[in-house]
């Protein structure tokens, strides 16, 4: 039996990677310089000067139509008139001048240009416009610009010097990029003495085309960049910064700096939610929620970015000081605490060792002061023990220079414990006295810091990033069993007949009815027009009662004396319907009354929690989880994420609040039970996904105990009527494709589900590999691989919790005898930079010859179309029959690869 097995085009192939991508900017073969001249102090002069210093002495072009020669390059009227065509433009003309330029690069194949040219949106609506007949040239073909307004690119690992910096700095393994020219100048200005070396360096500009997506996606590929550094001033394209850094920073770190916080967003919010929801907040949301570090000094990013090339990362937030005084100790504490950080306590077993070899006077705690006349010797056994510690996550050391101390031999001392399972960072305070010091541990690896509290800050900074990769590795469970407690065509019902009615509010009863189709439990809630009608509902339902206004334009009923709690008679409630009506008559209108809902009175033996949604400017809808009541925007306790959530980011979010301590139990009140209350953030999130035309929610409050998850009050508001469903704004996260999702039957009739993959099919996917012949890992992987290695965490939750905007997987899914089983998977990986993608089929061996592998390659194929994909490739083994006549078949047109060790199979779409 020949397995059904095809694989993605394997390394090396040529597949049109060029197209888009950014290679050509960074290792160009030719670069010309548009606006070259050797006028003095010019920027065409100094970004000439400085690409002639590097490789390309031969390949350097200026375009100048009137001369001949600028600087010893050769000079050319124009782009059009130049011998060859040329990768690289970089473009320092007037701004007016530009979009002609451009036109040209694109009519003649220039692949990537650099536009430092300034004079642009910066200007106002002449300069708005000027980009955008750019724009209009870009769509005509494949070229890519960078800018503009910008300082141009560096690669200093080749000499590529594009910019009109004073100096390059030398190569290392960072890349940087910056919004800000002035800044990047001034840090490459304070590397250069530093020997602080770089990757690449980009002075990214206005970024009218090229964005943070595709230059994170650039140097996460790079295999000379070790780490990203950031500073950013927008965001731009959120979607393509989220989709990028996801995929990058489980391999690489991100780390950012964001200038400017405003709240002026929040303002015209109609909700708690939307007033509750800060731009800033949700840009850390989004840091969160890719496993990018946030840090706020510039000196941080550097700091960063060479801890986390020598260090492991920290499991938690409890660190351990080691020190010989106790005044750089305490500064440190305060700097680990205000930033989140925890003293780990001490063990007895950790006290006990310690007090057998400190001075009777040592602090007997964390931090651990071993007094100033400590002698290497006793830092050493000091933080051999303490190493130790399973309370301890990072250790610091803190030296301050003193009669006994001895620099290099405490340094050399610490050297066995560089590369342990913990991370080690050393403060030694001084100057001239601790410089033979500094060569012991950058030789061993350990970071030094000048002060103790910015070695604080760092291993903080350390855990957030730790923290923020846990929520990218950590596998959720399965939030819904099923679809069956989603209603997605009645929620969109409900939505669309209150637009009908021309309303953008809907009332409390319509919104408890959306949440409902969702699978949030609401509280029973009946409309009562007139103030008998009110009775007859409070005796069916049974007293006490709540009646809350009625109103299809007033959003917060307690402003209006619109809410009236526990009413135990019909007298109390013939009382409470009047005053309801009066008040609202009063404060705001008697229009704005449209009778009362009568609800029964919950039982509030739990804990008031907000749940809600707005839309953010750059990131779409935002997610808000926090205290709720009357008081929720005086206590401000909440957290925010971007949607979709699935439990484990559920968890996260809810951990950011003081409530989630109270919710799983304190002072002896029993503990919420958190796992259902993961699940129910999990399909509110999906709501807010899947039905677009929602623009806020509140659930205010969401009562929560030991007993019962209840909405007790909601408000749902629609987007304006005007707006148009293309315009509606998108979540910056892709949802969960459910438009992938198909029933079909093999030949012998059994039913199949085909499906996008998800981050809670790991456990079946260790269950598929298991299932899998040695022979079908041989034909699929071109090889031997191991089932350690196909089932490892680490592989596993990159295949499961992919970007659906750039790779796509199908799974076959039977229901067997344990439960839904995963006989068969398909993928489509986008190739970065073209319209193109790599497919690939497996399907397990006792589900072969069925006819499954031949659809599940059809429905891959299908997928790619649907998203927009030109061509799909992908390689097998020459004995793969069954596979080829399958790909034949299908349209595909299969030849024997280069050297006939493969057979390389293309599909034009």
Same mark, same amino acid.
């Given at each position: ?15 049109? +990677? ?83 330029? *451009? ?12 536009? *430092? ?18 724009? $209009? ?25 594009? #910019? ?26 304070? $590397? ?21 997506? &595709?230059?994170? /996606? ?6 000379? #960049? ?94 351990? *000081? ?21 003293? $780990?306590?001490?063990?007895?077993? #950790? ?217 135990? &008679? ?39 929690? *907000?749940?809600? /949604? ?37 968890? +996260? ?176 990986? +986008? ?30 194929? +299908? ?47």
């Amino acid at each position: 039996m020949v397995p059904a097995t095809l694989s993605p085009v394997k390394p090396g192939k040529s597949t049109r +990677r060029a197209g888009r991508a950014l290679g050509s900017f960074f290792a160009p073969h030719s670069v010309a310089v548009v606006g070259a001249t050797d006028k003095s102090g010019s920027v065409g002069r100094t970004v000439l000067l400085n690409l002639l210093k590097g490789p390309y002495q031969d390949k350097v072009y200026a375009v100048n139509p009137k001369r001949k020669e600028v600087l010893g390059a050769p000079s050319y009227p124009s782009i059009s008139q130049m011998p060859e065509p040329v990768d690289l433009a970089i473009v320092v003309t007037p701004a007016t001048t530009v979009p002609d330029i *451009i036109a040209e690069c694109v009519e003649f194949g220039v692949k990537s240009v650099v536009v *430092i040219s300034a004079g642009f949106r910066e200007r106002g609506e002449e300069g708005t416009r000027l980009e955008e007949r750019i724009k $209009a040239e870009l769509r005509r073909g494949s070229t890519r610009v960078i800018g503009p307004n910008c300082l141009g690119i560096m690669n200093p690992l080749i000499g590529l010097d594009a #910019t009109f910096a004073k100096k390059t700095p030398k190569g290392g393994n960072v890349a940087f990029l910056s919004q800000s020219g002035a800044l990047l100048t001034a840090i490459l200005d304070w $590397a250069i003495p530093q020997e602080v070396g770089f990757s690449g360096i980009v002075s990214t500009g206005s970024m009218l085309d090229v964005g943070w997506g &595709d230059l994170i /996606s650039h140097y996460g590929d790079d295999p000379n #960049t070790h780490s990203i550094l950031i500073y950013m001033e927008s965001v731009g394209d959120a979607r393509s910064f989220l989709s990028a850094a996801r995929e990058v920073a489980l391999t690489k770190p991100i780390i950012v700096i964001k200038a400017g916080r405003s709240e002026a967003a929040s303002k015209a919010a109609a909700s708690h939610t939307g007033a509750l929801t800060g731009s800033d907040e949700v840009l850390d949301a989004a840091f969160r929620r890719c496993g990018v570090l946030r840090v706020q000094n510039i000196s941080d990013l550097f700091y960063m970015a060479d801890v986390l090339s020598k260090q492991v990362r920290p499991k938690g937030p409890r660190l351990t *000081i080691v020190t010989n005084a106790g005044g750089p100790a305490v500064l440190a504490t305060d700097a680990l605490v205000a930033l989140g950080g925890e003293l $780990a306590p001490l063990t007895d077993t #950790t006290m006990n060792q310690l007090n057998e070899i400190l001075p009777a006077h040592w602090s007997h705690g964390n931090p651990v002061d071993i007094l100033g006349d400590a002698e290497p010797e006793r830092y050493s056994k000091a933080l051999e023990i303490v190493s130790k510690d399973p309370n301890s996550d990072g250790l610091i050391l803190v030296m301050s220079p003193q009669g006994m101390t001895n620099p290099a031999e405490v340094a050399a001392r610490l050297t066995p414990y560089a590369r342990g399972d913990k991370p080690i960072l050393a403060s030694l305070m001084g100057g001239e006295s601790i410089e033979s010091a500094k060569p012991v541990l950058n030789a061993a690896g350990i970071p030094l810091f000048s002060f103790p509290d910015t070695a604080a800050r760092v291993f903080s900074n350390m855990w957030r990033y730790s923290y923020n990769l846990r929520g990218l590795y950590e596998t959720p469970s399965l939030a819904v069993n099923g679809e069956e407690t989603i209603s997605r065509d009645k929620a969109a019902s409900i939505i669309a007949a209150a637009r009908q009615r021309g309303q953008t509010l809907l009332n409390e009863y319509e919104s408890k009815r959306l949440l409902a189709t969702y699978g949030i439990p609401t509280v029973d809630t009946r409309i009562a027009r007139t103030e008998e009608e009110a009775i007859t509902e409070a005796q069916g339902i049974g007293f006490p009662v709540v009646l809350k206004l009625f109103s299809e334009t007033i959003t917060h009923k307690t402003d209006v004396g619109g809410v009236k709690l526990n009413l135990k &008679d019909v007298l109390a409630v013939r009382t409470a319907y009047q005053e309801i009506k009066n008040s609202v008559s009063e404060k705001a209108g008697a229009e704005h009354f449209n009778g009362v809902t009568v609800q029964p009175m919950a039982k509030m033996d739990g804990y008031e929690i *907000i749940l809600g /949604s707005s839309v953010d400017p750059q990131f779409g809808p935002v997610i808000l989880f926090g205290s709720g009541g009357q008081l929720v925007e005086v206590y401000k306790d909440r957290a925010l994420a971007l949607p979709p959530l699935n439990t484990t980011l559920a968890e +996260r979010m809810m951990e950011q609040t003081k409530i989630f301590k109270a919710l799983k139990g304190v002072r002896g009140r029993k503990a919420v039970n958190i796992e259902e209350l993961e699940k129910l953030l999990v399909r509110f999130s999906q709501l807010v996904v899947e039905q677009p035309w929602i623009s806020e929610v509140d659930i205010n409050p969401l009562l929560a105990s030991s007993e019962r998850l209840l909405a007790l009050d909601a408000r749902v508001v629609l987007h304006k009527l005007d707006v148009a469903e293309n315009d509606l704004p998108k979540p910056a996260i892709r949802p969960y494709p459910v438009q992938y999702v198909w029933d079909w039957a093999m030949k012998d009739g059994s039913p199949v589900t085909f499906r996008p993959i998800r981050p809670e099919d790991e456990p079946q996917m260790v269950k598929f590999h298991e299932k899998l012949s040695d022979r079908s890992v041989y034909l699929r992987y071109f090889g031997t691989l191991s089932l350690k290695t196909r089932i490892a965490h680490e592989r596993l939750v990159r295949i499961c919790f992919g970007d659906y905007d750039r790779e796509l997987a199908l799974v076959a899914e039977v229901n067997g005898t344990e439960g839904p089983e995963i006989i068969g998977v398909g993928r489509m990986n +986008r190739i970065y930079g073209t319209d193109e993608a790599d497919v690939a089929v497996l399907v397990t061996d006792a589900y072969q010859n069925r006819g499954l592998g031949e659809e599940l390659l059809r429905r891959v194929i +299908r997928v790619a179309k649907e998203e927009g994909v030109g061509a799909v490739s992908a390689d097998m083994m020459p004995d793969n029959v069954s596979m080829s006549a399958i790909c034949k078949r299908l349209g595909f047109h299969v030849q024997m690869a280069d050297g006939f060790s493969s057979l390389h199979a293309r599909l034009e779409i």
